[in-house]
């Protein structure tokens, strides 16, 4: 398992490995890094020497770009940071490919790049559900592996502690988009000091990440034995399997309606639970309550 560096997440805002339905993020096999708005210069996270640069199609959504961009750069795993937890045996570090989406390139083969380096643009491709914020995809593979698939990378760990938020649903809407609100809380406390990662706990004090449960699949953030029940909101939403957690059945409801779900991240910046509701009329100001109840058919997207 790949340990990716403090020095690298601190560059962005935020970071997932599991909110996602791709099945490139699949037991946490891929991060999603957030940070500056469409347009804005996007920073490496790795260092090394570029690859290819590759232009796709992406599927036809009105609120996106047409076209997907795929940057590979074959990694310098020391000067990146990169760390391994696993048999020595085993080390690809020596011959790493990183695979980047969501960046329209601004650099080509054979460029040199350390961290922090201008990459390109950040870009808003069909591939993106319309509440998905910009971000960096990053995932690794060895040199030896295709690397044009979506699947087949390795996975990934977030070498940084992740502070528990615990939450008791409720909250008032400080950010409203056409798919999604924003709560004001849960939200880092005075024991929290600016930069630290913090993230949403379950009713055990465990930091979930993902779609909750419209994505099928989340997982943990901090460390947790194997098999273990977790809660969120008085309501069991799975069972750990390793850090993965397949959420079982139920819904998500904010102030009695049923919505689509929660979205789960690590952030560094200002928190509050995302609320992923398409065709709501929440406003600014409103007050929200958000509840869980199992259900028999519960809203999957992937």
């Given at each position: 398992m790949l340990r990716l560096?403090?020095?690298?997440?601190?560059r962005y805002e935020r970071f997932s490995l599991y909110n996602s339905p791709y099945p490139a993020h699949d037991s946490?096999?891929?991060?999603?890094?957030?940070g500056p708005e469409a347009g804005s210069v996007t920073?490496?996270?790795?260092?090394?020497?570029?690859?290819?640069?590759r232009t796709v199609r992406a599927p036809d959504k009105p609120?996106?770009?047409?076209?997907?961009?795929l940057i590979l750069v074959d990694v310098d795993a020391e000067a990146t940071g990169l760390g391994w937890a696993g048999s020595p045996d085993a080390d690809p570090r020596e011959d790493l490919v990183a695979r980047i989406l969501h960046v329209a390139p601004e650099v080509q083969a054979g460029d040199e790049l350390a961290v922090g380096d201008s990459l390109?643009?950040?870009?808003?491709?069909?591939?993106?559900?319309?509440?998905?914020?910009?971000?960096?995809?990053?995932?690794?593979?060895?040199?030896?592996?295709n690397p044009h698939r979506a699947q087949g990378s390795l996975p990934v760990v977030a070498d940084v502690d992740v502070s528990a938020l615990p939450w008791d649903g409720r909250g008032t809407v400080v950010e409203v988009g056409e798919t999604f609100v924003r709560l004001d809380a849960p939200t880092r406390n005075g024991a929290h000091d600016a930069g630290e990662?913090?993230?949403?706990?379950?009713?055990e004090g465990v930091v979930l990440d993902g779609g909750v449960a419209h994505y099928g699949l989340g997982g943990t953030l901090s460390p947790v034995a194997d098999e273990t029940p977790l809660s969120l909101l008085g309501t069991e939403v799975g069972r750990t399997a390793g850090r993965d957690v397949p959420w079982v059945s139920f819904d998500v409801f904010?102030?009695?309606d049923r919505v689509t779900g929660l979205s789960l991240f690590a952030s560094q910046v200002e928190f509050g639970a995302k609320v992923v509701c398409p065709d709501h009329d929440f406003e600014l100001g409103d007050d929200v309550t958000v509840t869980i109840r199992p259900s028999e058919n519960p809203i999957r997207l992937d």
């Open positions: 560096p403090r020095s690298m997440l601190t946490g096999c891929a991060i999603d890094l957030y920073p490496s996270p790795v260092t090394g020497v570029v690859r290819e640069t609120y996106a770009h047409d076209e997907e961009y390109g643009r950040l870009v808003r491709s069909g591939f993106f559900a319309p509440w998905v914020s910009n971000h960096i995809h990053l995932g690794f593979r060895p040199g030896d592996a990662f913090v993230g949403l706990a379950s009713d904010a102030n009695g």
